[in-house]
């Protein structure tokens, strides 16, 4: 069964930055178009980012210029997501998974929250 896992979250202040991953177990990574989504308390989750299996990225409206840039490894099976001035509007939790629909189980996710 293929997995995946992602790490990186953790407490910033607004402005600060993270770089999120997310490593794909049981499968190569390059056979999948992967995005980033997340779900803060009490909304859907949505989609934030996704790239290409050739590496094109595309970002979601509400993505600022500059503000996510999502990169994939398909050597050591990761995609990642950096994250720049951060806002209170970030905090959730971010998961990584296939689009446009995801079909891996979901992982646990990573908690973000930006908060002086």
């Known amino acids: 069964q293929v997995q995946v896992v992602e790490s990186g979250g953790d407490l910033v202040v607004p402005g600060g930055s993270l770089r999120l991953s997310c490593t794909v177990i049981g499968n190569s990574l390059s056979l999948y178009e992967m995005g980033w989504y997340r779900q803060a308390p009490g909304k859907q989750r949505e989609l934030v980012a996704l790239i290409t299996a050739h590496g094109h990225a595309m970002y979601s409206n509400f993505v600022r210029h500059g503000h996510f840039t999502i990169s994939r490894d398909d050597v050591k099976n990761t995609v990642s997501l950096q994250m720049d001035n951060l806002k209170p509007e970030d905090t959730a939790v971010y998961y990584c998974?296939?689009?446009?629909?995801?079909?891996?189980?979901w992982g646990q996710g990573t908690q973000v929250t930006v908060s002086s």
């Open positions: 998974n296939t689009t446009p629909m995801a079909f891996l189980s």
